[in-house]
């Protein structure tokens, strides 16, 4: 997919990862040292056998799904202090990948220990995020996906009305089930109405909080 800021929107399922252990993460990935990863550098893949849940400690992370004609569906982005890579069984059934500079927690429990309390909120916490991406995608206005993403990128990261974006905009539309052409016209149209502002590359300022949720109601 052709677009703006091709240096991010290239990505390498099989690319190597600082410290990766093809088989499954070294003992030393227990929590308390972060593993880092370079932008574009998988995490995990799509039918690895899962060794542990993941803690971002800095950085975003993307988790997608290769479809049979090639195209990229991404699923989740994963921002400071979210914890991915739940399954239902012992296979990773997604990729996932640094979108910069990452580091991330291994969290393994050990058989004597009871994360249960833990990872009840954590999981619940994910599965509330999915189900409102799902009514994201059911809205049929580009304007109004694209409004409900912002307004999820600015809570996520604090609620502050300048953040920025550690995504490109073909990562957005692939997210959105969007084209590329279709995340920037509606970004301009909304610069140009005043809503917001786009003062870097990734940059976005939130300048009209009400008009932003107006437009995905």
């Known amino acids: ?35 880092f990863f370079a932008a574009g550098s998988e995490i995990y893949a799509q039918g ?66 009871d994360m249960s309390s833990e990872l009840l909120p954590m999981a619940l916490k994910g599965l509330v995020r999915a189900q409102e991406h799902l009514l994201v995608l059911g809205r049929q ?6 409004a409900a993403f912002l307004a999820d990128m600015a809570e996520r990261q604090g609620g502050l009305k300048h953040f920025e974006l550690p995504m490109s905009r073909a990562d957005i539309a692939d997210y959105l089930g969007l084209t590329i052409e279709t995340v920037s016209r509606v970004f301009s ?5 005043g809503i917001i502002a786009t003062p870097s590359l990734r940059g976005v300022e939130i300048v009209k909080w009400q008009a932003l949720h107006d437009l995905m109601a």
Request: charged share 20%; net charge positive; with cysteine.
């Open 141 to 146: 206005n580009a304007v109004e996906r694209i």
């Open 48 to 113: 690895e056998t899962c060794c542990g849940l993941y803690k971002v400690e800095f950085g975003a992370v993307r988790v997608y799904r290769l479809l049979a004609d090639g195209r990229r569906q991404i699923s989740a982005f994963h921002m400071a202090g979210e914890v991915f890579g739940f399954e239902a069984d012992t296979t990773h059934h997604f990729f996932a990948d640094a979108l910069c500079a990452t580091a991330v927690h291994i969290l393994r429990a050990s058989p004597k220990d």
């Open 189 to 193: 149209k909304l610069k140009q109405k």
């Open 1 to 35: 997919m052709a677009g703006l800021d091709t240096s991010w929107t290239s990505f390498q399922p099989h690319a190597a990862v600082l410290n990766r252990d093809t088989s499954c993460w070294p003992s030393k990935a227990n929590g308390h040292t972060p593993t």
